[in-house]
């Protein structure tokens, strides 16, 4: 079983910057895509980055330009390095993997809280 280990959020002023990471217990070779999405309450839970093992990047429309995703296949870590943080990214981040044979990962989350 995968398990994906999360860190790095916390609470931050408006303007500032966070960056999160994410740990796989398996190699990233073992993955064809991976991400970070967040849920805010009472929201739906959104795509903020992704990236494929064929170098496609995608942002969500609100982030692009702020956040940037990157990872380190070295470490089996993804990174979202997060700058020019508002009050409406407070959110809980999750971090995703899809497997190469189609299985789903989630982290367990970290809370990113932007005070104005």
């Known amino acids: 079983q995968v398990q994906l280990v999360e860190s790095g959020g916390g609470l931050v002023q408006a303007g500032g910057s966070l960056r999160l990471s994410c740990t796989a217990s398996?190699?990233?070779?073992?993955?064809?895509?991976m991400g970070w999405y967040r849920q805010a309450p009472g929201k739906q839970r959104e795509l903020v980055a992704s990236l494929t093992t064929g170098g496609t990047i995608n942002y969500g429309d609100s982030v692009k330009g702020r956040f940037t995703v990157s990872r380190d296949n070295s470490k089996n870590t993804l990174y979202l390095q997060m700058n020019s943080l508002k009050p409406e990214d407070t959110a809980v981040y999750y971090c995703?993997?899809?497997?190469?044979?189609?299985?789903?990962?989630w982290g367990q989350g970290t809370q990113v809280t932007v005070s104005s």
């Open positions: 398996a190699r990233s070779y073992m993955f064809s895509a």
């Open positions: 995703n993997h899809k497997a190469v044979f189609g299985s789903d990962y």
